[in-house]
């Protein structure tokens, strides 16, 4: 948006041409020249934006800048306050993990999920353990039978490295 006023200079196609001129109740008070419509804002304190100068004539209207981009910025920030932030918590294991501690690690998930997290399920193998894929790969399916009431698989198990990931996000109601 541009703002015409007196000391604003702009290009000689707008400074002579006619606008069409909105006031600040939204009625339209057509196309008229830019001098005369510079005169009706100073009249009521208020600025002359330009909100379309590619239209022909030109589109200005006359509003509270300062009050509008007040404006602006506080629906900015309701809309942010208004967003989910997705969050992803990370439950580690490892390979030689007992059943009664899958389930305590599955009950943590559970009210994560239950939350709206994602859960990021991590077997971690120690040295030659690497080799023992399939092993890791029944410790995460254990794990989310556990949860299947609650969650579903996003990611399915895959191993990188030294670690076996799976991430879980929880239903959709």
Avoid: W
Wanted: with cysteine.
């Amino acid at each position: 948006m541009n703002v015409i006023s007196k000391n604003f200079t702009c290009n000689e196609s707008i400074r002579e041409r006619e606008l069409r001129v909105i006031d600040a109740d939204g009625s339209q008070l057509g196309v008229i020249s830019r001098n005369e419509a510079l005169q009706i804002a100073e009249e009521k304190e208020l600025d002359l934006v330009m909100i379309s100068p590619t239209a022909v004539p030109p589109v200005c209207k006359i509003m509270d800048l300062g009050k509008y981009i007040y404006e602006q910025s506080k629906k900015e920030k309701e809309a942010k306050k208004k967003q989910k932030v997705t969050v992803i918590k990370e439950i580690r294991c490892s390979l030689t993990i007992e059943e009664n501690d899958i389930a305590i690690k599955a009950k943590n998930a559970r009210k994560f999920l239950l939350d709206g997290d994602k859960v990021k399920v991590t077997v971690r193998f120690k040295g030659r353990e690497a080799t023992l894929g399939h092993l890791g790969l029944k410790i995460l399916e254990n794990f989310v039978s556990k949860l299947e009431d609650v969650c579903m698989v996003e990611k399915p198990a895959k191993q990188e490295g030294r670690n076996m990931t799976m991430v879980l996000a929880p239903k959709k109601a």
